[in-house]
């Protein structure tokens, strides 16, 4: 189906404006923080914005008063709790019922406000494990997910779902894009809880200062950045078990271990270009919007690059930004995860968006916005 094709020239304009109301849930994170730079650009003046302090979104009854008193007409749901293989093995039950009670409570309070347009954000770990490649929209559950997300998956599964389910009911219009993996500024470099792109580059920087010596850069990284892990430490020859002080003695490494076999193949997305396909999205014309919210199909579309590369090619694209000399030793015994995650974005070029930042200059920006978190204090 070609979306473009199916429309004359005389669209019926958004029916939102700069002026429009727009809440950004989750615009401390990751994607939100990059949806309200995207809208600040654009010249979009009235956003709301409320932190986990202000307002819980896992608590119904105060994201309902909190719906009817602001009245949103716009809502970027990007509030999630997120993490890497190790956080999703660690904590199912808080990824999946912290994920039930955001969509939920959201969709409820937002349908009772008169909310115009949801663009609901989700993953593509949505999608079956060992679907067939690129992965289209009609994929969704059509076999097994991957084992290591599947409670997070889950959710947002749901969350398509309760889209869908409003859109029937009482004919909301809630469109739920799928993003590819993401990284850029805002980023997550928690070395337990990261994913795989922010995770590699923080430790290619400390080993890269493992082998100019530079002990106090990696006291500093620690401070600005959190723990990091034993594994870590060894692997940058300093003693496990034991905290780094200004006493603590580097030993020579050579090589970064990798995760799996590093042939794993994955899609990665500028964050800034996420926003900018989801502003996109949000202010279609009506027509155009019209269609993808239609209530006899799934109100789901893809938002990516549809090119990959191995985890270990990333891992060398990552070092040469960083700076990093040495080499890398894959642990086998680690899990590899779905061996080939690309998305078919077929319905977004039909729609007349591609993404504009390239993965080397996208790591090479986002390293820059990483060094600047980890040099203050």
Not at 77 to 91: C, E, K, P, Q
Request: aromatic share 8%.
């Amino acid at each position: 189906m070609n979306l473009e094709s199916d429309f004359n020239l005389h669209l019926a304009p958004c029916a939102l404006n700069l002026e429009s109301k727009i809440y950004v849930a989750g615009h401390r994170g990751l994607a939100g923080s990059a949806i309200v730079r995207e809208l600040q650009r654009q010249g979009y003046t009235n956003l709301v914005m409320r932190s986990h302090a202000e307002l819980d979104l896992e608590d119904s009854a105060a994201t309902l008063q909190f719906f009817e008193q602001e009245r949103p007409e716009l809502v970027f749901l990007a509030a999630a709790r997120v993490g890497g293989i190790h956080a999703n093995n660690t904590y199912p039950v808080d990824f999946l019922i912290s994920n039930l009670l955001i969509e939920a409570n959201i969709c409820r309070a937002a349908h009772a406000a008169g909310v115009k347009r949801l663009i609901f954000l989700g993953s593509s770990c949505i999608y079956p494990r060992d679907c067939p490649q690129p992965i289209r929209e009609e994929y969704l559950l059509t076999g097994p997910l991957e084992a290591t997300n599947r409670p997070y998956a889950l959710a947002k599964i749901a969350g398509i779902e309760m889209c869908w389910s409003y859109n029937r009911q009482y004919g909301t219009k809630w469109l739920a894009a799928m993003p590819t993996n993401l990284y850029g500024p805002g980023d997550s470099y928690d070395l337990n809880n990261s994913h795989v792109l922010p995770a590699l580059m923080r430790k290619l920087h400390l080993a890269k200062l493992a082998q100019q010596g530079d002990l106090a850069g990696i006291m500093q990284n620690e401070a600005t950045l959190g723990k990091i892990p034993d594994d870590v430490k060894a692997m940058l020859g300093l003693e496990p078990e034991a905290p780094i002080t200004q006493s603590s003695v580097l030993s020579t490494r050579d090589s970064v271990i990798l995760w799996g076999s590093g042939t794993p193949r994955r899609e990665f997305l500028y964050v800034d270009d996420l926003a900018n396909a989801l502003v996109f999205l949000a202010m279609l014309e009506e027509a155009r919007y019209e269609q993808l919210v239609d209530p006899a199909r799934c109100p789901l579309i893809n938002v990516g690059t549809g090119v990959d590369l191995t985890i270990r090619e990333l891992a060398e694209t990552v070092a040469q930004v960083v700076g990093y000399q040495g080499g890398f030793v894959q642990d086998a015994s680690r899990p590899d995860g779905t061996m080939r995650k690309v998305m078919d974005v077929t319905r977004m070029h039909e729609l007349g968006w591609r993404e504009k930042v390239g993965l080397p200059e996208g790591i090479a920006t986002a390293y820059a916005e990483f060094s600047r978190r980890g040099s203050s204090r």
